[in-house]
């Protein structure tokens, strides 16, 4: 299967401190690829990189066959690349509606185009409809999550990185959130996820890459992973369902 995001020997860091060593990637059309590891492990970093927020020391970073590697981060959702930071950020004095018109800004004057974009995020995510005239900032936190992600589907991507969606969440908002990138992959968006919560990302990802010290320690299917002995051992607790301890 030809990769649509291709990452390979990609070395970075924060100053003169090395983060990321020799670390390769691929996501395919339509596929969920997750990204699991303990924290300091890198797994942020690499996606700042992809999208250009931190520069790689060594490494090349391909989408769709071109090089990112000294491309503006603005001209990314041109591409058809999209990245939804961890921390549910959203404008919070902006509404709902405004918060979302923002992720079509760079077709902003095709309010056809807009209007489809609307319609198609609103009915993956009708609590926002319910929500268009709030301030972003006065939701819960769930919903701000909701907001953030629906922001990052309005230039339709075909690739969409995710850092830490559940992080704070509630359980109802973490199901809806995991829900949600089913209904990505069903639509032939790919999805490369970053998350702490590592059975979640295990049990919905096609493949997965597990880092630690900044490395790949070893990757494969979500499902192979998730049964892997080794893997159970050392970064899901012993035991599936127990998280990292």
Same mark, same amino acid.
């Given at each position: 299967?030809s =990769?649509l995001?291709?990452?390979?020997g990609?070395?970075t860091?924060?100053?003169?401190?090395q983060?990321?060593e020799?670390?390769s990637?691929?996501?395919?059309?339509? @596929?969920?690829?997750?990204?699991?590891?303990?924290?300091g492990?890198?797994?942020?970093? +690499?996606?700042?990189?992809? +999208?250009?927020?931190?520069?790689?020391?060594?490494? %090349?970073?391909?989408?769709?066959?071109r090089?990112?590697?000294? #491309?503006?981060?603005?001209?990314l959702p041109? %591409?058809?690349?999209?990245?939804?930071?961890?921390?549910?950020?959203?404008?919070?004095?902006m509404?709902?509606?405004?918060?979302? @018109?923002?992720?079509?800004f760079?077709?902003?004057? %095709?309010?056809?185009?807009?209007r489809?974009?609307?319609?198609?995020?609103? *009915?993956?995510?009708?609590?926002? #409809?319910?929500?268009l005239?709030?301030?972003?900032g006065?939701m819960?936190?769930?919903?701000?999550?909701?907001? =953030?992600?629906? #922001?990052?589907?309005? =230039?339709?991507p075909r690739?969409l990185?995710?850092?830490?969606?559940?992080?704070?969440?509630?359980?109802?908002?973490?199901?809806?959130?995991?829900?949600?990138?089913d209904?990505?992959?069903?639509?032939?968006? =790919?999805?490369?996820?970053v998350?702490q919560?590592?059975?979640?990302?295990?049990?919905?990802?096609? #493949?997965?890459?597990?880092?630690?010290r900044?490395?790949?320690?070893?990757?494969?299917?979500?499902r192979?992973?998730? @049964?892997?002995?080794?893997?159970?051992?050392?970064?899901?607790? *012993?035991?599936?369902?127990?998280?990292?301890?």
């Amino acid at each position: 299967m030809s =990769a649509l995001l291709d990452v390979g020997g990609l070395s970075t860091g924060y100053g003169v401190v090395q983060v990321l060593e020799d670390v390769s990637i691929r996501v395919a059309a339509g @596929e969920i690829v997750s990204l699991i590891g303990p924290n300091g492990a890198g797994k942020s970093t +690499v996606l700042r990189s992809v +999208v250009g927020l931190l520069p790689p020391w060594r490494g %090349d970073i391909r989408f769709d066959g071109r090089d990112l590697v000294g #491309r503006p981060p603005h001209l990314l959702p041109r %591409d058809g690349l999209m990245y939804v930071p961890q921390g549910r950020v959203v404008f919070p004095l902006m509404t709902v509606r405004e918060n979302l @018109e923002m992720g079509a800004f760079l077709f902003r004057r %095709d309010r056809a185009r807009v209007r489809e974009a609307m319609e198609w995020v609103l *009915g993956l995510f009708p609590r926002l #409809r319910e929500r268009l005239g709030q301030l972003a900032g006065t939701m819960s936190g769930g919903e701000q999550q909701m907001c =953030a992600i629906a #922001r990052g589907l309005m =230039a339709r991507p075909r690739l969409l990185l995710l850092d830490e969606p559940s992080l704070g969440l509630a359980p109802r908002f973490v199901d809806l959130v995991f829900e949600k990138m089913d209904a990505l992959r069903a639509a032939g968006v =790919a999805v490369l996820l970053v998350e702490q919560n590592a059975v979640r990302a295990l049990e919905i990802a096609d #493949r997965a890459y597990v880092l630690a010290r900044g490395s790949t320690f070893c990757e494969g299917t979500g499902r192979a992973l998730l @049964e892997d002995a080794q893997v159970q051992a050392l970064f899901l607790g *012993g035991r599936k369902g127990e998280g990292w301890r």
